[in-house]
């Protein structure tokens, strides 16, 4: 069965260049304009990987997201984008072994090969 990950961040360069290293590594990959609109497609195909903004401006609320998309899917894994402005948002959200918080600014590079990582790893130590 076909995999998706799902990206919900405002930096529009940093979202294209994530969907395509994605997408060279032959996954699906859907963004969303919102949460509700997330949620809607990931109840129909299973979603490994999450990567939102914590704090998506007048969208919702990345946190929301990826605990909803986890309880569809407990084995996906997700990365939050820790900005200045959403450390407030941060605090609300409890440490999970599938919940990975990454703060800006970050080296991409490594963001890139963190992000490669989470999706070899099938499942989420529990």
Same mark, same amino acid.
């Given at each position: 069965?076909?995999?998706?990950?799902?990206?919900?961040?405002?930096?529009?360069?940093?979202?294209?260049?994530?969907?395509?290293?994605?997408?060279?590594?032959?996954?699906?990959?859907?963004?969303?304009?919102?949460?509700?609109?997330?949620?809607?497609?990931?109840?129909?195909?299973?979603?490994? @990987?999450?990567? %939102?903004?914590?704090?998506?401006?007048?969208?919702?609320?990345?946190? $929301?997201?990826? +605990? &909803? /998309?986890?309880?569809?899917?407990?084995?996906?894994?997700?990365?939050?984008?820790?900005?200045?402005?959403?450390?407030?948002?941060?605090?609300?959200?409890?440490?999970?072994?599938? @919940?990975?918080? %990454?703060?800006?600014?970050?080296?991409?590079?490594?963001?890139?090969? $963190?992000?490669? +990582? &989470? /999706?070899?790893?099938?499942?989420?130590?529990?």
């Amino acid at each position: 069965m076909e995999r998706q990950i799902f990206i919900m961040i405002r930096d529009t360069h940093f979202r294209i260049a994530l969907r395509r290293l994605c997408c060279g590594l032959g996954y699906r990959v859907e963004t969303a304009r919102s949460v509700a609109t997330a949620l809607e497609i990931a109840s129909c195909i299973p979603v490994c @990987l999450i990567v %939102a903004d914590v704090s998506v401006q007048d969208v919702g609320d990345g946190v $929301d997201l990826a +605990e &909803a /998309i986890h309880e569809q899917n407990p084995d996906a894994k997700c990365f939050l984008i820790v900005d200045g402005e959403s450390s407030d948002v941060l605090s609300s959200a409890e440490n999970q072994p599938w @919940l990975r918080f %990454a703060h800006k600014p970050f080296p991409m590079l490594q963001f890139a090969a $963190d992000v490669v +990582e &989470a /999706i070899a790893t099938p499942r989420v130590g529990r």
